[in-house]
């Protein structure tokens, strides 16, 4: 599986938008990048995917580097509730591509008041 | 709608005990996960079910680590033995279908401490 690299923790205010970045410089042309967060005490839940271009949901935007060698998790409006340790993945999503999730250590995120 | 379900939520087990943790996946979901998460890092996968069948248990620890799904549904992660080193949070995921294209669904996970 390919590896992403990303920082060990970062902060932000509440009420301003947070973007977590994420390093994929081994990305394959079959390899979509997920995101998933896991908040204390709870398990990981998805937040969002994409392949090459820019993905909105409820819950955040996901920014595409044209290259596909970097990408971006962006909370437009961070509240207390998004504190929790995000994990950057690549899934393989052809046919017979692995179907666990390869975790990392994630990128610790605290929201302050 | 119900989630992923695990039970208990926390075990204790003296070092030599056996022990058998739950998972109850999301109804009609056909992948099924366990992953292992010690302290401070991210979850590890251990073996991977579709339906009843266990298509990957290539990271299952040791000889002691045993899952199972017979009916394909409710799964038990079973560790003979246990030992300190086994301390973790045991998360179980279920998806719909098999295939990297579905997102995972978690449960709280079954934290062991193994003193």
């Known amino acids: 599986d390919a590896k992403t690299t990303q920082p060990n923790s970062m902060e932000s205010n509440e009420e301003e938008p947070v973007h977590l970045p994420c390093n994929h410089s081994t990305i394959s042309g079959t390899d979509y990048i997920h995101w998933y967060r896991q908040l204390p005490s709870q398990g990981p839940e998805y937040v969002i995917h994409g392949l090459t271009s820019n993905v909105n949901n409820r819950m955040a935007s996901l920014a595409i580097a044209e290259d596909r060698k970097s990408s971006t998790l962006i909370l437009h409006r961070a509240t207390l509730r998004d504190a929790a340790v995000y994990y950057c993945i690549l899934r393989d999503l052809t046919q017979g591509g692995s179907e666990k999730l390869v975790f990392g250590k994630g990128t610790k995120l605290t929201v302050n008041p | 709608g119900a989630g992923v379900s695990q039970s208990p939520r926390y075990k204790v087990a003296k070092r030599g005990q056996d022990v058998a943790l739950r998972c109850d996946p999301i109804?009609?979901?056909?992948?099924l996960f366990w992953y292992q998460q010690a302290l401070g890092q991210g979850p590890e996968f251990l073996t991977y079910?579709?339906?009843?069948?266990?298509?990957?248990k290539s990271g299952l620890p040791s000889d002691r680590f045993f899952a199972e799904r017979p009916e394909g549904s409710v799964s038990t992660l079973k560790i003979q033995r246990t030992q300190q080193e086994d301390s973790a949070v045991y998360l179980c995921a279920s998806s719909l279908l098999g295939g990297s294209a579905y997102e995972q669904y978690f449960g709280p996970g079954t934290r062991l401490t193994v003193t």
């Open positions: 079910f579709q339906n009843e069948a266990q298509l990957d």
């Open positions: 109804s009609g979901h056909v992948s």
